[in-house]
Every structure is written in structure tokens, then in C-alpha cells.
């Protein structure tokens, strides 16, 4: 895809284009120069359909109590920027077309302090007008110092360790979120997932993958060290994706589990331990202690590795969310006319208006 270069005034885009969505992309080079020529690439998306609830959806809408706080309604947290904008707006996309209550859905957006949220805002209400969302800044300033170099620089977008921030971002009065990545879409009713029990106090649902082989997500010095590989000691520790969680904010609180992932962040700062971002704290703090959840709600890879982003299949069994983690996304392999053909499963949820639609 090309972008185009225009310069249209506010009051013009307004009228002639309603979900002409701008995004500021200024190169380094010229931000350092100066701040009066800046490079300005206009993204298209077209509006989605209206999705309505079903006659038997209960109602939301409670007297004297927030509506983004209801416990009726389905909480869904997600990370937005502007170069994952348009794999947002397809989970958005796919989210809605497949709930049978999707005006009982909530949004909650994580967003870096620095982003330009009124615009992210405009993006997201232009085109689902009717949507229930709310955007909080995320400074990541505490977390940026915490970050070690992976195998792919796209891991180590202090975005990726909002997650970790989600029960101090979302509002206290909510409860339980499903976290989704970007790069994924559903083809099942969320509420589905929302309904996952969380039982024997577990502060999060995934689904695991016992038979990956779980030793290679850290490295020869953690596993050397009696007290490090004591970690994994008394539970049966088993690698999940964290692109797909089902998370209790209320006993993540009272667990006060953020320190806790931190605090191995800061080992990992003098003792290298892992290699892979932000996947390798969770899975020390979590792994062995989560409720299970079907595989079929997290069908990933197929994104292939994080070196070349090979083309895969799918896993064996029924399938309720694809997810192209890994380094090959579809939107940039489609636009390359380079697509797996798995890609053409996310296709129909791309809302991107290109400049000759």
C-alpha cells in the first residue's frame, strides 16, 4: 500500500472524508531538524457495520453506576499505536461481528503517554460509532529502563509490557478483562472467553502448550542456578502465549503481582535469564499457577517464528481465535502481495479504504 501525501485542512477532511483517519509520522531525522516540516501519511478505514445485541443480552445500563464499570458487560483490554492501528481495528472488527451481546462490550485501550490519543480517539469513534471504549495513557518511562534487547526489536516496544500495568490503568471498579494482542481476530462469541473460570484463586486463564519445550524461554545461567530453577519447583510449569489472557484484576491487585514481575525484570537487568521480551516474566510468575483454557481460543504462530515469519498452518481441532504472532504479519505480507494463505482468513476484517476503493 501507498500512503498519501496531502495536506487538507481540518474543516475540509471533516466533510468530504468522515473516516479519513490522520496519523502524524514524522522521521527522526526531520523532528530533530525542525518541528515546522513534518511528513503527513493519511490512512484510510472504512466505517463498520452497526452490530446490535440479541433480544436476550441483558442491559447494562445501570442508575447511578458507571457504565464502563458494569459487571454485566464483557471487558476487553488491548494496546493501541499507530503502527499496529490497523490489526486493532480488524480485532476490534472481528470482536463485534461475533458477539451475540456486542453493544455489552467495553474497551479499554492502553495507550503510550506520548501517542496522540485525541487522534486514536477519532479513529476509533469515526468508524464504530457506537463503541464503548475508553483510552489511558501508559508512561513507560518506569518500565523503558527495565527492558533488555530480544531476538526481535518489535519485542522490546515498552507498548508490549503494558499488560503488566493494566490492573493500576483499567478503573478499580472492574473487575475481569480479556486481553487480546493486535494481531489477531476472533471467529467466536467473546462472552464465551469472559466466562472462563477462575477457580482456586488463579489470577489468569490461558491456554498452555505442555508439550513446547519450556526450557528454551530461558537461558544456561538461569537453569544452573539452584535458586532460579528451584522457581518452577513445586508447579507443572507449561509455556502460554500472553496474547490471549483472561485476568482477574481484583486478586492481580491483592497479589500486588506487578512488583512481582518487576522484580524480575531487575534481575534480568544484571543476570541475563531470558531472551524473548515481555513473555519470559510471566511465565516465571505465572506458569503452572493459570486456569485452562481451550486451545482453540488462541490459534497462534501463524505469524511463523521471529527470525523470517514463515508461512504455517493451523493447529489440529476447532478454531475460535487466529493469531499471527511471530514476526510476519498479514496486512504487511498482503500489502507486499506476498500473503500465506492463512492471511486470507484476516482479510475480510481489514477495514483499510485503500486510495482507489
Known sequence: MSNLALVFSPKHLHRHHPCILLFLLISAGIAAASSASTTVNY???KEAPQFYNAPTCPSIDINDTNEMCSPQAVHVAMTLDAAYLRGSMAA???ILQHSSCPQNIIFHFAASATADRHHLRYTISRCFPALKFQIYPYDSSAVSGLISTSIRSALDCPLNYAR????NLIPQCVRRVVYLDSDLVLVDNIAKLAETPLEDDSVLAAPEYCNANFTSYFTPTFWSNPTLSSTFADRKACYFNTGVMVIDLQRWREGDYTKKIVEWMELQKRIRIYELGSLPPFLLVFAGKIAPVDHRWNQHGLGGDNYRGLCRDLHPGPVSLLHWSGKGKPWVRLD????????ALWAPYDLLQTPFA
Open 164 to 167: 503488566n500495568y493494566l490492573p
Open 43 to 45: 490512512q484510510r478505514f
Open 92 to 94: 476490534i472488527f472481528s
Open 336 to 343: 507486499a502481495n506476498s500473503p500465506c494463505p492463512l492471511d
